[in-house]
């Protein structure tokens, strides 16, 4: 599917998105060439799964980008550029979530999200007394949940120690709940998922697979890291 304007560039973000109109009519949170590789592959790859786990994260799509749109701008270019894009459908009206909207939240939704993080290994959903980066975001006229960005995920660093510790949902007040999760309905959800993966990365880009940040390799990393979910040390750590 074909972008066909870009309408204006996002202000927060550190991968620099665009909101664009694609071919469909639809407006969409467009991630390019600002977001390496490797980061556009997990964006993918986690959003696909996520809504298979049974999360808010909007449709995505893989779009293209003409060269057209964005040859005659140097920003956009390097913004953007051609080609291959990421693309999670916009959701309009939204506001991000604070610790006062945190609370009035669905508490197994929350608990959901956690369990999600902690399986694709991303610790950038923080929300403290000294502020954060939720990634999520709520629809108050309807009372919709929105989960975003996950460019980060796969984390080989990851701190499980500083994931407990700063992750939204411990500071919503749910950790005791957390601490006692079980894992047999997640185990399910995360199997049932990953019967689609081999399937989502056969909708990559072969560009994006075959670039130099080595994105054949990135995929094999993040289908191990994955595959963890059936180790019993895996569950042992939440507790």
């Not at 669905?106 to 954060?132: C, H, M, S």
């Not at 080989?156 to 079980?182: K, M």
Request: proline share 5%.
């Amino acid at each position: 599917m074909d972008i066909v304007e870009i309408i204006q560039k996002f202000e927060q973000g550190a991968t620099k998105p665009y909101l664009c109109r694609a071919e469909n009519g639809e407006r969409y949170v467009v991630k390019g060439r600002s977001a390496p590789v490797r980061e556009r592959i997990s964006e993918y790859v986690c959003a696909m799964l996520g809504r298979d786990f049974g999360l808010p994260i909007p449709e995505c799509e893989l779009v293209t980008i003409p060269e057209e749109l964005v040859e005659f701008s140097s920003e956009l270019m390097g913004g953007l550029g051609a080609g291959a894009a990421f693309a999670s459908k916009y959701v309009s009206e939204t506001q991000e979530v604070n610790r006062e909207v945190l609370k009035h939240l669905p508490a197994q939704k929350l608990r959901e999200l956690w369990v999600f993080d902690y399986w694709i290994k991303n610790e950038d959903r923080t929300l403290t007394v000294k502020g954060g980066n939720p990634n999520l975001f709520y629809r108050p006229r309807d009372q919709r949940l929105v989960v975003v960005d996950h460019n980060l995920a796969f984390d080989v660093s990851f701190d499980i120690e500083s994931f407990r510790r700063l992750h939204l949902v411990v500071n919503a007040g749910l950790l005791p709940e957390l601490e006692g999760v079980g894992n047999e309905d997640y185990k399910q959800r995360m199997s049932q998922a990953m019967e689609n993966f081999d399937g989502y990365c056969d909708n990559l880009p072969p560009e994006w697979l075959d670039a130099d940040a080595n994105g054949r390799e990135w995929v094999a990393l993040i289908k191990r890291q994955l595959l963890e979910f059936k180790e019993d040390s895996f569950w042992e750590a939440l507790k």
